[in-house]
């Protein structure tokens, strides 16, 4: 038999009982407190008082006398007695002594005032409760901001509206995207003219989906739009949908399209739109009643209800698009995905203007440069890289950005800062730098490998220790079977120089390692470039925006076999980096006797030295 749980009390029923507990401490306990200030006395006792010369002042009430005492040299203390049927009362007052200032005793008759019944409720209720709905109120919307919004009004959508000239954004602030602005031109001439598809009876596609990596300028496109069309800008991001309560999300997003169709022609954008629109649990036993689906169930429904020629676009962005619900991407709802990829070398150039023309910079800065340094960077991370040579000609008292604050914010995002303070014993420096020196040479004697651009031994807060950067004199978008053997064959020099000089091995090769696994392992399951299983696809990709996770789809067996060719591809490259180094000894000593000298040689240096 299943336990029953007792449904939670509404807030109103706490709020009441409270109020209720008030009032009546209100009533009857408060004047009782109050009243402690007087001590009871005996009738006779009072009289005593009174000859004794000690009475102040005394107040006759219809059931009670209060008096005051006070001594030569001592505070006031308040008394009080009963009424007694006594004639000479008055009398005995107006004769005796009293300690206050004349010496007499002063006292009056107190006329009870009748309040009305009505001022009595008022001041007994009315007013206690009155206070305490305004300190609830107050409770609540304290409570409310911390639940991300006014808790009475759960239903509204909270989505920010910009007009033009809040976002100031154009399709000119966005560089290295060309391809998605020419996809998303069609729906800012829509709304600039709206007229011309209509004659034809074309409509506009509702929604339009933007998914890449993090950091590549989604966000940026969508206002960028708002901004060239001119039009009203609603921008929410997907986890504001997700409540508390059930059926609050849904509630938001009715809102949300209301508004919408009130401001259109207008643009609506939904920002990490798989917080509410991941697929729909088929296994799920509860009902399938919960916040999300409900949420998605809205949006969905909203979607298909509202008229496309009215000119609401919703735009939304994301990337994770495998986890998304197959009905949110169905032609008539997001009928169109545009993909914001990572930029080329050209995009990433025109990034770097576009973020280098906020910042005061030297002549003559080759952008082209520090753009092929920077292969596989997000334009977030080329701001970055900005905004980080600006702070460093700060920190150098310059007024100008140079190209050396450039190169090394680039070596900053890659490797993090120098650790200046490092202390490194000259035994543990020599092995750095043989082992750095070991990759250049290996790469620099393969035809197929990039060109050496700088080697360092200066440890850095990532937690290298040194480190050889490789830049491309080209952008490569392919990589063949033996440029990616090269590669690992650069990987292990570091290893084999170390294994050569110092008939050792240490641990500084472990990130070398991780490295070349990863590029052995993806040739034999993902690139076809195995000897044995040939074209097979033996791994899938999971989440290829957020880092790309590899999950194995094939028998234990053939994993077996895929780790074996993997240990061998490694080996064959490990032999191979080996050969090249024992034919170059005395360069490879010349050339770590040098880098010993001078910590960081760029690679003009490094060539010259290997081809004299």
Partial sequence: MKEQKNPKKPWIFYYIIVVLITSLLNALVFPSIMEKQFTQVDYGTFLDKVDSGNVAAVEIQDNRINFCTKESGEDEHYFYTGVVNDPDLVN???????????????????IPKENSPLLNFILTWVIPVAIFILIGQFMMKQLGKRMGGNAMTFGKS????????????TFADVAGQDEAKEALNEIVDFLHDPGKYAEIGASLPKGALLVGPPGTGKTLLARAIAGEAKVPFFSISGSEFVEMFVGMGAAKVRDLFKQANEKAPCIVFIDEIDTIGKKRDSGNFAGGNDEREQTLNQLLSEMDGFDGRKGVVILAATNRPESLDKALLRP??????IPVELPDLKGREAILKVHAAKVKMEENIDFNAIARATSGASGAELANIINEAALRAVRNGKKLVSQNDLEESVEVVVAGYQRKNAVISE???KIIAYH???????????????????????????????????????????????????????????RATEEIIFNSITTGA??????????ARAMVTRYGMSRDFGMTALETINNQYLGGDASLACSPDTSAKIDEEVISIIGEAYEKAKNILSENLEKLHELAAYILEKETITGEEFMEILNR
């Fill in 92 to 110: 005995r007052l107006r004769e005796a002594k009293g300690s206050s200032e004349n010496g007499k005793i002063s006292f009056s008759k107190v």
């Fill in 510 to 519: 472990s990130n070398d390692i991780e490295q070349a696994t990863r590029i």
């Fill in 158 to 169: 909270n989505a920010k509206i910009y007009v033009q000239a809040q976002t100031g954004k």
């Fill in 436 to 494: 750095e020196i070991g990759h250049a040479l290996v790469a620099a004697k393969q035809t197929d490998s990039a060109p050496v651009h700088k080697i360092t031994i200066i440890p850095r807060t990532s937690g290298a220790l040194g480190y050889t950067m490789q830049v491309e004199s080209e952008e490569r978008n392919l990589m063949s079977k033996e440029e990616a053997f090269n590669k690992i064959a650069t990987l292990a020099g570091g």
């Fill in 332 to 337: 008539g709802r997001f009928d169109r995905r």
């Fill in 427 to 429: 035994k543990e420096k």
